[in-house]
C-alpha cells in the first residue's frame, strides 16, 4: 500500500480569478442535537472559510435556541429552517450528515436515536446521487446499505468495526463503491480501486471535536473535487495543521485552535 504524497495536492480545484458568486462550492452541514452543539460548529468554521457558502440545518426541537447559539460564535453560515431542508440538499454541491446527532451507543433516549436513524435513512436514500460525507452520529445508527454510490464515509476504528465487523476497508469500499476514511495516527483511505496510507498524525488528534473539523474539511473538498482525492486530501491536510500545531504547543491544542488552523495549512500546501 503506497503512502499519500504532499505533490497530490497540487490536483485539488482551485478557484479562478473571473468566478462568481457559487462557483466554488456550497454544502449543507446536517447535525446537532441539544447535547451535542459544538460538533457541527466546528464543520462549519472550516466549511465556511473554504467555501462560497455553508449552510446548516439540524432537526433539534429547540433550533431557534440552538441556531442563536451558533451564530453567536460564528457568522459566516446560513442557517435554514428544517421543512427546508430538502430543498438545500438538492441545491448542494456536497452534504455533510452525522456530526453532532445522537446514537444509541452513547443515548439512553430512545426517541432520539430513532429520530437520528429516521433522518439519515431518508436523506441518503432520497438523495442517492448528491455527493455524502457520512460522520459521527449518523455512521453510528446506519446500516450499510444504505450507503449511496461515491459516498466518504469517516469512521474511527471503532465505528468501522461497529458498521463493517472484520472487514477490510477496501473490500467494504469496493463492495459499496464509496470511499472509506478510517482515522487514526495512521489513517487509512480506500476506494474501490485503491488504498493509501496517511501518517503525519499525532496524539492531538484524538481530542474530542477534531473529528469533526475533519468531517468538515472532507466536505468542503469533496463539492468540488473526486471522493478518493477529497478524502486523502483532507486528513493529509488536518495531520499537517496538527503537526504545525504540536510544534508551537506540542499537544496542548483543541479541536478549535486545529479549524483555525487548516486554512493557512492548506494555503501553504497549495500555493
Not at 449543507?28 to 446548516?56: C, E, N, Q, W, Y
Not at 433539534?60 to 427546508?84: C, D, T
Request: include cysteine; aromatic fraction near 8%; charge should be positive.
Amino acid at each position: 500500500m503506497r503512502t499519500f504524497d504532499k505533490s497530490e495536492l497540487k490536483s485539488l480545484y482551485r478557484p479562478d480569478s473571473k468566478s462568481s458568486n457559487e462557483d466554488n462550492g456550497q454544502v449543507t452541514i446536517i447535525g446537532g442535537s441539544k447535547l451535542f452543539h459544538g460538533a457541527p460548529l466546528l464543520s462549519l468554521k472550516v466549511a465556511s472559510r473554504i467555501l462560497d457558502m455553508a449552510f446548516f440545518a439540524t432537526p433539534e426541537k429547540s433550533v431557534g435556541h440552538v441556531a442563536e447559539q451558533f451564530k453567536s460564535k460564528l457568522f459566516s453560515f446560513i442557517w435554514i429552517p428544517w421543512e427546508e431542508v430538502d430543498s438545500y440538499v438538492e441545491k448542494s454541491d456536497a452534504l455533510l450528515i452525522g456530526p453532532g446527532f445522537m446514537s444509541f451507543r452513547s443515548e439512553k433516549d430512545r426517541s432520539v436515536v430513532k429520530e437520528t436513524k429516521t433522518i439519515t435513512k431518508r436523506l441518503l436514500e432520497k438523495f442517492p446521487n448528491k455527493r455524502w460525507v457520512i460522520d459521527a452520529g449518523s455512521l453510528q445508527i446506519m446500516k450499510a446499505e444504505w450507503i449511496p454510490a461515491g459516498a466518504i464515509l469517516t469512521p474511527n476504528k471503532k465505528e468501522f468495526q461497529y458498521l463493517f465487523g472484520k472487514q477490510k476497508p477496501e473490500l467494504v469500499a469496493k463492495r459499496h463503491n464509496c470511499t472509506i476514511l478510517v482515522k487514526g495516527p495512521e489513517a487509512k483511505v480506500c476506494s474501490p480501486n485503491e488504498c493509501v496510507e496517511i501518517k503525519n498524525g499525532n496524539p492531538g488528534l484524538i481530542k474530542g471535536g477534531t473529528g469533526d473539523v475533519l468531517a468538515g474539511l472532507t466536505v468542503s473538498l469533496l463539492a468540488k473535487n473526486e471522493p478518493f482525492l477529497a478524502a486523502c486530501s483532507a486528513s493529509y491536510i488536518a495531520k499537517a495543521a496538527a503537526a504545525e500545531l504540536c510544534e508551537k504547543v506540542g499537544i496542548n491544542y483543541n479541536a478549535d485552535d486545529l479549524a483555525d488552523k487548516i486554512p493557512e495549512t492548506l494555503q501553504g500546501l497549495t500555493k
